[in-house]
């Protein structure tokens, strides 16, 4: 009897035809694939109850800081927080909005989550720059020229608008052109722009037009500063120029490349 064929043994060792069998570590990579699932399930069930159905996050106290003129309580007041509610569900915009309405004072406030229990809200006060008369109070005014409060006294080392207008000729025509609103904005570039060394002791902005606006200092000294542009330069050439002639009582920097100091 003839023996088998060579490609016959072959076929023998290989064994029948057909897909290759499972191997074990396919089947413990499965395994392992099945158990991470099945755990993120659980872990993301857990997480959502922890933060939406656990009385370990809810909210319990609301901390205020960075208040100047301001209390804690009135900014709690205006906040209000909802006491109580899931640390995750507090709308932060919400109180934003709610403290802006309420306490134009502020300029920016921060509302963080402070977990596990605390809603933070971290204040920053509009500082003002220009004070204007309102019958027998002031109008504070900000940077932005936002008027923001109104007081029954005058905070110290803060200027007062000084209305120079008259009815008639060219200051008149600068009203009627500009408006009083752009007018008090340019005194507020004019104050927000006067050197620190001479801000402190600045009694008033004076407007007489647009271009017209000059300081009157607690000495006696004056300052014409002309409009409000070009601030930062007349800045310094009016802290030069003091230094330069310190005895002089009247400052011109209208022109800050051609400044000019008399009096003395």
């Keep these: 009897m003839a023996g088998s064929t060579t490609a016959e043994r072959g076929e023998r060792r290989r064994g029948p035809s057909g897909p290759p069998p499972v191997r074990p570590v396919r089947r413990r990579r499965l395994r392992v694939i099945v158990v991470l699932a099945v755990a993120l399930v659980f872990l993301g069930s857990g997480t959502f ?27 709690r007041g205006a906040a209000k927080v909802p006491l109580g509610e899931q640390l995750v569900s507090v709308d932060t915009e919400a109180i934003e909005a709610r403290l802006a309405r309420a306490l134009p004072r502020i300029d920016t406030v921060d509302v963080v989550r402070s977990w596990p229990h605390e809603i933070a809200l971290k204040v920053t006060e509009r500082t003002p720059v220009l004070l204007v008369r309102k019958g027998g109070k002031y109008v504070e005014v900000d940077d932005e020229g936002v008027r923001y409060a109104t007081v ?39 104050a927000g722009a006067v050197p620190a060394s001479v801000a402190h002791a600045t009694r008033s902005v004076k407007v007489r037009s647009y271009d017209d606006i000059s300081l009157e200092l607690t000495d006696g000294r004056t300052v014409d500063w ?18 330069a002639a310190p005895g002089a009582r009247h400052f011109d920097v209208s022109v800050p490349t051609a400044p000019a100091s008399s009096g003395s």
């Design 49 to 75: 109850w922890l933060l939406y159905g656990s009385d370990l996050v809810r909210v319990e106290r609301v901390s205020v800081s960075g208040t100047r003129i301001l209390t804690p309580g009135q900014v």
């Design 152 to 190: 029954s006294r005058a905070p110290e080392g803060v200027p007062t608008l000084k209305w120079a207008v008259s009815r008639t000729g060219s200051t008149a025509a600068s009203v009627r052109r500009f408006g009083g609103d752009r007018l008090v904005r340019e005194a507020v570039r004019v």
């Design 226 to 243: 002309g409009s409000g542009e070009k601030g930062a330069a007349k800045a310094s050439t009016l802290t030069a120029l003091m230094k």
